[in-house]
């Protein structure tokens, strides 16, 4: 088509029409308290040391260790010092990635999602064992099967590692965490399309229900939760046995959403995103920040909230995403540079996985930063474009400090967990629009 080549089209000049405003840097307040890196090694051991915890693990037992796609903070660090324990009780642990689908459901392409978070055979200590195959263990009660990692079912038994936190689709008392990670990480495609097929309306009930089967016929030795506070930190590690998962995930959930980043700004005209990524969240930018929720029956009445915006740009796609731009359906508009490193076939066995087809829909794009931004605040209704209201973020996992356009510096100011950190200046864009 000619708009994918000519800069200069008739949608291009319309947008040349809208003058940006002048942003300005704001820093945003949250809980610091987390755990220095250098320290987790000592706490992952601790936790793991619990009588609960490590009469579980015998000498010459064979380990799996669970490794996801989710950009989890120092999670090679931690991983590491699970493998370090296992060892050290005289088993014989294995990693192996647990992530459903992702990384184009292909071997490869899940070994290569660990190795960019710093996770090979060399820096665990141990080896790396991918496959899609999975062995069906059984159904649940409503009579859906129930599948797991050939590997880990083959190992004498699992060690569960994952990130406690809201989910970005349903609501549940077990949502992201350690029993999801049985369930869709382990459960590879096989497994996480097994369980989709209920639809998210229904995940917070059936979810459950697969977990029980696999954990009634997996040795499941131990959950290693992580909780992260709202600057990306590891705040709390929390080893648990099969039973206390069960029991006290529900109110790790709780804490976690306790230390969830938000923005504090409760409405903008425009929210702006410079990076989507499967590394950032499994929706590409995490709907309790940025409101773009793709699952029906989601809700924007929660505590806390997420900014409402009438219009959402993303402008690129993270590196470590490979070319999975799940999540950009929820996007209005788009850039011509992120579409070019878009890679549906790692993308769409993610989508076609989850039935959540409509987050892979492109919306409509422009050929630099300025002109995507500039269009979604002509596709705006009823504001004041000469002053309009955008609010520009990192992604939607780093977001200490973000950008406000001028119009919404009162509200700043009036804000005790917000603090101005400069004045008003131009976008900064290159010769060629963009931002970078």
């Given at each position: 088509m000619?708009?994918?080549?000519?800069?200069?089209?008739?949608?291009?000049q319309?947008?040349?029409?809208?003058?940006?405003?002048?942003m300005?840097?704001?820093?945003?307040?949250?809980?610091?308290?987390?755990i220095?890196?250098?320290d987790?090694?000592?706490v992952v051991?601790?936790?793991?040391?619990?009588?609960?915890?490590?009469?579980?693990?015998?000498?010459?037992?064979?380990?799996?260790?669970?490794?996801?796609s989710?950009?989890?903070?120092n999670i090679?660090?931690?991983?590491?010092?699970?493998?370090?324990?296992?060892?050290?009780?005289?088993?014989?642990?294995?990693?192996?990635?647990?992530?459903?689908?992702?990384?184009?459901?292909?071997?490869e392409?899940?070994?290569?999602?660990?190795?960019?978070?710093?996770?090979?055979?060399?820096?665990?200590?141990?080896?790396?064992?991918?496959?899609?195959e999975?062995?069906?263990?059984?159904?649940?009660v409503?009579?859906?099967?129930?599948?797991?990692?050939?590997?880990?079912?083959?190992?004498?038994?699992?060690?569960?590692?994952?990130?406690?936190?809201?989910?970005?689709?349903?609501?549940?008392?077990?949502?992201?965490?350690?029993?999801?990670?049985?369930?869709?990480?382990?459960?590879?495609?096989?497994?996480?399309?097994?369980?989709?097929?209920?639809?998210?309306?229904?995940?917070?009930?059936?979810?459950?229900?697969?977990?029980?089967?696999?954990f009634?016929?997996?040795?499941?030795?131990?959950?290693?939760?992580?909780?992260?506070?709202?600057?990306?930190?590891?705040?709390?590690?929390?080893?648990?046995?099969?039973?206390?998962?069960?029991?006290?995930?529900?109110?790790?959930?709780?804490?976690?959403?306790?230390?969830?980043?938000?923005?504090?700004?409760e409405?903008?005209?425009?929210?702006?995103?410079?990076?989507l990524?499967?590394?950032?969240?499994?929706?590409?930018?995490?709907?309790n920040v940025?409101?773009?929720?793709?699952?029906?029956?989601?809700?924007?009445?929660?505590?806390?909230?997420?900014?409402?915006?009438?219009?959402?740009?993303?402008?690129?796609?993270?590196?470590?995403s490979?070319?999975?731009?799940?999540?950009?359906?929820?996007?209005?508009?788009?850039?011509?540079?992120?579409?070019?490193?878009?890679?549906?076939?790692?993308?769409?066995?993610?989508?076609?996985?989850?039935?959540?087809?409509?987050?892979?829909?492109?919306?409509?794009?422009?050929?630099?930063?300025?002109?995507?931004?500039q269009?979604a605040?002509?596709?705006?209704?009823?504001i004041?474009?000469?002053?309009?209201?955008i609010?520009?973020?990192?992604?939607t996992?780093?977001?200490?400090?973000?950008?406000?356009?001028?119009?919404?510096?009162d509200?700043?100011?009036?804000?005790?967990?917000l603090?101005?950190m400069?004045?008003?200046?131009?976008?900064?864009f290159?010769?060629?629009?963009?931002?970078?």
């Open positions: 000619a708009f994918e080549s000519d800069k200069n089209s008739v949608p291009m319309l947008c040349q029409t809208v003058t940006l405003p002048k300005v840097k704001v820093h945003q307040k949250f809980d610091t308290t987390h220095d890196p250098k987790l090694p000592g051991h601790a936790q793991l040391e619990r009588e609960n915890v490590r009469k579980n693990i015998k000498p010459g037992m064979s380990i799996a260790v669970t490794c996801g989710r950009g989890i903070a090679a660090i931690i991983v590491r010092a699970i493998v370090d324990f296992v060892k050290e009780c005289g088993a014989e642990p294995f990693v192996f990635p647990a992530m459903g689908s992702h990384g184009g459901a292909t071997p392409g899940q070994l290569e999602v660990l190795e960019s978070y710093g996770v090979t055979e060399e820096t665990m200590g141990c080896p790396l064992r991918a496959t899609m999975t062995v069906q263990l059984g159904t649940t409503e009579g859906s099967p129930v599948f797991i990692d050939k590997y880990a079912h083959e190992a004498d038994g699992v060690i569960l590692c994952g990130r406690i936190k809201a989910h970005t689709s349903f609501r549940g008392p077990y949502e992201s965490g350690l029993l999801k990670m049985s369930v869709i990480g382990m459960g590879k495609q096989h497994g996480a399309e097994s369980v989709h097929e209920s639809g998210f309306q229904n995940m917070g009930r059936v979810m459950p229900q697969f977990a029980r089967v696999i009634d016929h997996t040795n499941i030795v131990a959950g290693v939760g992580i909780i992260e506070n709202a600057y990306d930190q590891t705040y709390k590690i929390a080893a648990l046995d099969a039973k206390e998962i069960w029991e006290q995930e529900p109110e790790l959930l709780k804490e976690a959403n306790s230390k969830m980043g938000r923005l504090w700004i409405k903008a005209d425009v929210l702006v995103v410079d990076k990524g499967k590394n950032i969240s499994g929706d590409g930018m995490d709907p940025s409101g773009t929720f793709g699952s029906p029956g989601r809700q924007r009445n929660e505590v806390p909230g997420p900014i409402d915006a009438q219009r959402c740009v993303v402008l690129d796609l993270t590196d470590e490979h070319g999975n731009f799940n999540g950009i359906g929820v996007a209005d508009v788009t850039t011509k540079r992120l579409i070019d490193k878009a890679v549906p076939d790692v993308t769409y066995p993610n989508a076609m996985t989850s039935t959540l087809v409509n987050m892979v829909k492109m919306p409509i794009f422009g050929h630099s930063d300025e002109r995507a931004i269009l605040v002509r596709v705006c209704n009823g004041d474009k000469d002053h309009a209201k609010v520009r973020i990192k992604n996992m780093e977001i200490r400090d973000i950008w406000v356009s001028e119009a919404l510096i509200e700043v100011k009036a804000n005790p967990n603090e101005l400069g004045e008003p200046e131009p976008w900064g290159d010769e060629n629009g963009n931002l970078w």
